[in-house]
């Protein structure tokens, strides 16, 4: 399985005839290093809250790709109702469902979701995160989110892989995130979320020596790791 870091908190995982993207935000983003064929062929495509900067270009890669948008109801139906054409599928924290690829499980998220229609904040519902299990690997998107005891219960999944936003002024910043490690066990963790827009600066270097017993994987945009 290949996982590919789009920049911002946009991952890209592909596996033979399964080809998903999670917050899709590309075209907007400045520093996204463009290549047509990280959005050819997209099988799914995973929302974790309303937000412009994880809904993104969403609704384009749906359009081209036919994908399945997996979100929670109330961003899928705001979807639904722009185009009825879309395919989706609602999640609600705490539940999971299994998919042809594996399982997809919405984990809670300590966030805002509204959804930004044409300078009109719409209710986007709750803020979550992924954990999503595909031939006995699992992989955790936190989405944008403060620390929470909840993210204690993680550790019972033997998390493979975790994506943990860093920046800190929406979501968690470096001191929380090391605590985020400590509390989910994972086997490696990519720190998401960060440089990417002004108020979020933090060095993810930093984050990586706060962890010492822990495999922290930093990704330049376009870099990936196979799982
Ligand atoms: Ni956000
Ligand atoms: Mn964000």
Same mark, same amino acid.
């Given at each position: 399985m290949k996982v590919k870091f789009l920049g911002h908190s946009a991952v890209l995982i592909e596996d033979k005839d399964f080809k998903c993207i999670i =917050?899709?935000?590309?075209?907007?983003?400045?520093s996204y290093i463009e290549n047509p064929s990280d959005i050819e062929g997209i099988t799914h495509i995973l929302i974790t809250h309303g937000h412009g900067d994880h809904i993104g270009d969403c609704e384009s890669i749906a359009l081209k790709n036919n994908s399945l948008i997996i979100s929670n109801i109330e961003i899928v139906s705001y979807l639904k109702a722009k185009n009825k054409s879309f395919k989706v599928h609602p999640l609600q924290i705490g539940g999971s469902y299994q998919f042809d690829f594996g399982t997809v499980k919405m984990t809670p998220a300590l966030h805002g979701s509204a959804i930004n229609h044409n300078g009109e904040l719409i209710y986007g519902g709750l803020a979550g995160g992924f954990l999503i299990e595909r031939n006995g690997m699992k992989i955790y998107h936190a989405g =944008?989110?403060?620390?929470?005891? *909840?993210?204690?219960?993680? *550790?019972? =999944?033997?998390?493979?892989l975790a994506f943990l936003p860093i920046?800190?002024?929406?979501t968690m910043d470096i001191t929380d995130a090391v605590r985020a490690v400590h509390f989910i066990k994972p086997k490696q963790v990519i720190p998401i979320?960060?440089?990417?827009?002004?108020?979020?600066?933090?060095?993810p270097e930093e984050f990586k020596r706060k962890l010492p017993e822990y495999k922290v994987t930093i990704l330049k945009n376009s870099e990936y790791i196979e799982l």
């Open positions: =917050d899709p935000y590309l075209s907007q983003n400045q =944008d989110t403060g620390l929470s005891m *909840e993210m204690k219960l993680l *550790e019972y =999944d033997n998390i493979d920046g800190g002024n929406y979320h960060y440089h990417s827009r002004g108020l979020i600066q933090a060095d």
